[in-house]
């Protein structure tokens, strides 16, 4: 009984509970794995225990289990979804390609890893995140000079990538010595789209083609182009991460020594594990994750926020970002932070100070322009969650009695002005009393 | 014992004569009220048009917060993202005017709202209009004159076009100041008194603030004054008339913060300063011509004049240099239309869009001041006989604004006054000659005057018409009248006296001639009522907010424009930005309470151009030129489905001018087949894909299912399309205004590769297409 009242209570946070990325209560999150076969639970489970072991409750199911969905009444069950089934070209229960895009533009995250034989399914949700797999079902990335020496001298289709990203933010601040062991397809970004960045790419030897056959045309990704691990930061930040190849995120590659062909060094382990947790923690936000928050401007000397600047006031901006930590918010340090004072074009640009506790501030002067201004920052860095704040504030000219009474330059015209006056008055005088 | 009863008879004929035309000027001023009340009666209480919306706006921001912050008042609803310095750009006259009705009327425990203020300030002031244009045409010539005048003008079409109830627009309090200005200026020309220069200079005043027609006044007496001078005219009235109007009235008027130094820097004001020169130069003259001897005098004026010419000539050259250093030569755009009417036309498209700043057409005239222009040829005439300086300067307004009206339609508004003034001089001259040949012929027709004088009231006109003359004289006679002017009075002096009856006498038309004559004039008085009465009614009193048609299954009220300022100011934020053409700017701060990019006061081309170019661009760029400017919400007006000829589509073209005129990619002929303007399949693709054609016609085939446009007569040309970054949010009832949203930036950006033709992606992708489908369309 005792139960009730608290479940209860619990109800009208349940929306709270089931959105995205909440600063609120991100402590357990809850994230959907969609499997071809649920042997893949063990034999990826040092990827999922890693997981778990960071607070995310995971919940496995069959790819084509009837009963699966992504949200109830409205409300999503998941906070993200992993995709390791790159077989399955229909889901069960309510999902289907336009659930999951829903799921991302409203803000979830999503990782996926695709195979060799992915199904038209899974290619058609990294289409619609942008990212384009090689359109032959049967090809593989395939590259003679920088495979993985193994003990058979196979395809070469097992390759030992180190083509990084070099981005702290996404893959943690610790070297990553060793190359990542990647075995599937490879894909392509448009250099247009600016929201997808290539993590791990091939070298500039690989292709993409079907290892069994030969090769008859010219495969149409070659080089560094492929790109074997993207990321994709929606513009409401939702992170998806797509991956080429579902054994990548084994156990049995995790734990393999690699040696990379031409090279004399043999690593003891690959790096997979830890290139993958740290991709993980950035896109389940525990990483590189900003907010702005208590955005003030005020008159320099003044503590309250004017509903209108005049012109050439002098005034303090300040605004606070933090950062998550994973467990808390951290202040974010940077010197890179910049204001404008925007109004179709920046008056003024400024970079912001810090105080290293998360506070960002600086004086100006507003321009001798008047208009409705914009204070605005516009913060876009590589991995980190883009903060485009705007605070609209009208800037008004002088008001009549706010310019100086008396110029000194235009003391001669008062003269001028006041003897003409004088004289006036006494030729009045003169002309009519002195006859 | 008979000149004691005559005397009597005078003292009674006069006081009498007063107390009807008080009478007749009461009721002059209920009669100019009330017909202009058509619009409130036929459809409500409203504020109409666009301007008059800002107007109303600005007063209630001066009822609320008081004149100081009236005056500093920097508006940031408007004009998105520069706004507006509304004190230093608006002409004050009119809110200020009404913002002390309000204020007088609540401070007596009058509660009324200041909206019923700003609809009735028009009506009030037409009233005050026509007494001020009694006034004047006394002065000119008389009261019987003065009171048919003033008649003339209460319910002359043309000024009840721009006064009706509820048009709360500058011209409103205007005309009546400029008609009291020049009041004021001839009062002082005939009385040469100080004192009505000083109220000359304050009316003046009143009028700049009011109206930025007052160029008008500061150049047609200045013009007068040459008038004078060259036909040998000068007197010291007439200095006394023009000098203290300049100096104090160029004071005054730079007071005015929307002029400010303008009124010494523009070219429009520096005829009267020129004129100023010449009028001390010729005081001067006059001076010296008074002390010395004849033969000294010869030799002075070649002195004076050689000097003169020399100093004259080098203001000249001054002047030309400053007008010349200013790259419009320092004239506004809008007075250079005056000059040359094609000026507008061919260089600023801003200003020929506007349908008042078109020459008027012929039939307008008949229109605006029907049976008044056969009458005015009949008043110059009259104005002629005999030729005084009032009388001259009335010629001179006539002649002038008869010109301007030609220029501009708006012009036709103080074309109105003169009109009527002329008239009433021809009227009355006309009744004037007609009662006095049928009196003269009438048995006994001299004792019996002042029944005849009662009888009718034309007859009391005459009456009225002898008894100014001779107040006139009376006052005149004071002063001490300079030579020209002696002539004139003397003249005046005569004409009570047996002389002028024997004159009179001869000037007796035949009795039948003389009574056929007064019917037909009366006929005409009647066609002109009526006429009047019909404009007032029919043809002027529509708000343009609310529009209404007739048709065989009844009256059809067409409220979308509320409709739709009703549904923004629910639907969307405070500080959501609307873009629409410039003509809904105001009505949509006024009404909506939303910021607007660019509204009804065109101070800024580019901007307006800017808006012109995103609504004659593509989808795309047009998205991208309104995200830059913050917009939220499209507006446009739409009249295809119920015929609303005044919409969007039929302005598009202006857009595309005012735009291609700043930003060159856009070009006029992209939007015109062989030179013609058309929206049906003959159309060009520029045309059928610009973003006005897209919002105008998006979703019109579901209505009729043939997409037939009932302006432009036709079917459009791309009847199915969808809209990729904007989406419909609202359309009113008829379909007038429609409201688009902009679409935000696509979450994700979709990859390159096909969709695939498997089964499985096939299925869900033909569902999501028929679930997308049925949005939009229902």
């Given at each position: 009984m005792p139960k009730l009242p608290l479940f209860l209570i619990l109800i009208p946070f349940l929306p709270f509970l089931c959105?995205?990325?909440?600063?609120?209560?991100?402590s357990s999150r809850r994230v959907l794995v969609l499997l071809d076969d649920l042997a893949l639970k063990s034999s990826h489970s040092v990827y999922f225990k890693s997981l778990q072991s960071r607070g995310f409750e995971l919940d496995f199911k069959?790819?084509?289990?009837?009963?699966?969905?992504?949200?109830?009444y409205g409300q999503y069950l998941y906070d993200g979804l992993i995709l390791?089934?790159?077989?399955?070209d229909r889901f069960g229960g309510s999902i289907d390609l336009a659930a999951i895009l829903d799921f991302v533009d409203s803000g979830h995250d999503l990782i996926i890893a695709a195979d060799n034989n992915a199904s038209d399914l899974i290619r058609e949700i990294a289409t619609e995140c942008g990212v384009d797999f090689?359109?032959?079902?049967?090809a593989m990335v395939i590259d003679h000079t920088s495979y993985a020496v193994s003990e058979t001298e196979g395809d070469h289709t097992l390759i030992a990538s180190d083509?990084?990203?070099?981005s702290n933010v996404l893959l943690?601040?610790?070297?990553?010595e060793a190359p990542v062991l990647f075995q599937g397809i490879g894909h392509s970004l448009s250099p247009?789209?600016?929201?997808?960045?290539?993590v791990l790419s091939a070298s500039p030897s690989a292709y993409s083609a079907?290892?069994?056959?030969?090769?008859?045309?010219?495969?149409?990704l070659t080089g560094?182009?492929?790109?074997?691990v993207s990321i994709l930061q929606a513009r409401n930040n939702a992170r998806i991460l797509i991956s080429g190849?579902?054994?990548?995120?084994s156990n049995r590659f995790f734990r393999s020594g690699v040696q990379k062909a031409g090279t004399l060094t043999k690593h003891e382990k690959s790096s997979n594990e830890q290139f993958l947790t740290e991709l993980s923690k950035w896109v389940f936000h525990e990483r590189g994750h900003l907010k702005a928050v208590n955005v003030q401007h005020h008159k320099d000397g003044e503590a309250d926020e004017p509903s209108m600047y005049r012109i050439n006031d002098d005034l303090v901006y300040s605004v606070e970002i933090y950062e998550w930590s994973g467990r808390s918010w951290e202040p974010y340090v940077a010197d890179d932070v910049q204001v404008q004072f925007y109004m179709?074009?920046?008056y003024v640009l400024k970079n912001l100070s810090t105080d290293k506790k998360g506070r960002y501030f600086t004086a100006f002067k507003v321009p001798d322009v008047y208009g409705v201004f914009q204070f605005k920052v516009e913060y876009q860095r590589l991995g980190y969650t883009s903060l485009s704040l705007s605070k609209q504030i009208p800037v008004r000219p002088y008001?009549?009695?706010?310019?100086?009474?008396?110029?000194?330059?235009a003391y001669p015209y008062y003269g001028a002005a006041f003897s003409m006056m004088a004289g006036f008055f006494i030729f009045t005088a003169v002309h009519l009393y002195n006859k | 014992m008979a000149a004691l009863e005559t005397s009597k008879e005078t003292i009674l004929r006069y006081a009498f004569g007063n107390v009807l035309s008080f009478f007749i000027l009461v009721l002059i001023g209920v009669l100019a009220f009330s017909i202009r009340l058509f619009s409130v009666i036929k459809y409500e209480s409203v504020i109409h048009e666009f301007d008059p919306y800002f107007n109303y706006r600005v007063t209630q921001y001066l009822t609320k917060n008081g004149i100081y912050d009236f005056w500093n008042w920097f508006d940031d609803?408007?004009?998105?993202?520069?706004?507006?310095?509304i004190g230093g750009t608006v002409y004050p006259g009119l809110t200020l005017t009404a913002g002390t009705i309000w204020w007088l009327l609540s401070s007596l425990?009058?509660?009324?709202?200041v909206e019923t203020v700003c609809v009735f300030t028009a009506p009030i002031f037409s009233a005050f209009a026509s007494w001020a244009t009694y006034l004047l045409t006394k002065e000119v010539k008389g009261a019987g004159a003065g009171l048919t005048a003033a008649a003339l003008l209460a319910m002359v079409p043309s000024y009840i076009s721009r006064s009706?109830?509820?048009?709360?627009?500058?011209?409103a309090v205007a005309i009546f100041a400029l008609i009291f200005t020049f009041y004021l200026y001839i009062k002082t020309l005939n009385t040469g008194s100080l004192f009505y220069a000083t109220l000359n200079a304050i009316s003046y005043f009143y009028m700049v603030c009011s109206w930025g027609g007052y160029t008008f006044i500061i150049n047609l007496i200045p013009m007068h004054v040459l008038l004078c001078i060259v036909t040998g005219r000068y007197s010291s009235r007439l200095y006394i008339a023009y000098a203290p109007l300049v100096v104090l009235g160029t004071l005054l008027a730079s007071l005015v913060p929307v002029v400010g130094f303008n009124a010494v820097?523009?070219?429009?004001?520096?005829a009267s300063f020129l004129v100023f020169i010449i009028i001390h130069v010729v005081a001067l003259v006059y001076y010296i011509k008074g002390i010395l001897s004849p033969k000294m005098f010869k030799v002075a004026v070649t002195f004076v004049v050689s000097i003169g010419l020399v100093v004259c000539g080098a203001a000249l050259a001054v002047l030309i240099a400053l007008v010349a250093s200013s790259p419009t030569k320092g004239w506004s755009g809008r007075s250079l239309s005056l000059l040359d009417p094609t000026y507008a036309s061919k260089y600023i498209p801003i200003i020929a869009?506007?349908?008042?700043?078109q020459p008027p057409t012929w039939p307008s005239y008949f229109m605006d001041i029907n049976v008044l222009a056969f009458l005015v040829p009949a008043g110059i005439i009259a104005c002629f006989l005999p030729l005084s300086d009032a009388s001259s300067f009335v010629i001179l307004y006539i002649v002038t604004s008869v010109y301007f009206s030609g220029v501009m339609v708006r012009l036709m508004l103080v074309l109105a006054p003169a009109a009527c003034i002329m008239s009433g001089i021809a009227l009355s001259a006309a009744f004037d000659v007609f009662t006095r040949s049928i009196k003269f012929q009438l048995p006994g027709a001299t004792e019996n005057f002042e029944r005849d004088a009662g009888e009718t009231s034309s007859n009391s006109v005459v009456a009225q018409n002898d008894v100014a003359k001779t107040e006139k004289n009376e006052d005149a006679v004071k002063e001490r009248p300079s030579k020209k002017n002696r002539k004139k009075e003397k003249e005046n002096v005569e004409k009570p006296s047996v002389k002028s009856q024997i004159k009179k006498k001869l000037l007796i038309l035949p009795l039948e001639a003389s009574i056929i004559a007064i019917f037909l004039l009366v006929l005409l008085g009647a066609f002109y009522v009526v006429h009047c009465v019909w404009a007032a009614a029919?043809?002027?009193?529509?708000?343009?907010i609310v529009l209404t048609s007739h048709s065989h299954d009844g009256l059809h009220v067409f409220d979308d424009f509320r409709e739709a300022y009703a549904w923004l100011s629910h639907n969307t934020e405070v500080d959501d930005k609307v873009a629409s053409w410039w003509d809904y700017g105001y009505q949509t701060t006024a009404m909506a309470n939303r910021t607007v990019i660019?509204?009804?006061?065109?101070?800024n081309n580019t901007h307006i151009a800017t808006v012109g170019t995103a609504m004659s661009s593509p989808e795309k760029a047009a998205w991208e030129i309104f995200n830059s400017l913050d917009v939220k919400y499209v507006l446009v007006v739409f009249g295809g489905l119920v015929g609303y000829p005044s919409d969007d589509i039929n302005k598009f073209l202006w857009m595309v001018r005012i735009g291609g005129g700043v930003f060159?990619?856009?070009?006029?002929p992209d939007y015109l087949r062989d030179g013609q303007y058309r929206i049906d399949s003959q159309a060009t693709p520029t045309m059928l894909n610009c973003l006005m054609y897209k919002l105008s016609y998006y979703?019109?085939?579901?209505?009729?299912?043939?997409?037939?446009?009932r302006v432009r007569r036709t079917e459009i040309g791309k009847k199915y399309f969808k809209l990729t970054h904007f989406e419909e949010v609202f359309t009113t009832h008829h379909w007038m205004v429609r409201i688009y949203k902009l679409k935000p930036l696509k979450n994700r950006i979709r990859g390159r590769?096909?969709?695939?033709?498997?089964?499985a992606s096939s299925t869900t992708s033909t569902k999501r297409i028929g679930m997308k489908k049925k949005n939009p369309w229902h």
């Open positions: 959105t995205s990325f909440s600063p609120e209560n991100p069959l790819a084509d289990d009837p009963k699966i969905g992504l949200q109830r390791f089934c790159p077989t399955t090689d359109e032959d079902p049967a083509d990084f990203i070099k943690g601040s610790e070297k990553i247009a789209n600016s929201l997808v960045l290539k079907n290892p069994k056959s030969k090769l008859s045309n010219p495969p149409s560094s182009a492929i790109s074997l190849s579902l054994v990548m995120f179709m074009s920046p008001r009549h009695n706010e310019y100086e009474r008396f110029i000194p330059a | 609803r408007t004009w998105y993202p520069l706004g507006r310095v425990n009058i509660p009324l709202s009706v109830a509820g048009s709360y627009d500058n011209e820097m523009t070219s429009e004001h520096f869009s506007v349908s008042e700043h029919e043809a002027y009193s529509a708000p343009s660019v509204d009804n006061n065109t101070w060159p990619h856009i070009k006029e979703r019109f085939v579901e209505t009729d299912g043939k997409a037939f446009d590769a096909k969709k695939s033709k498997s089964k």
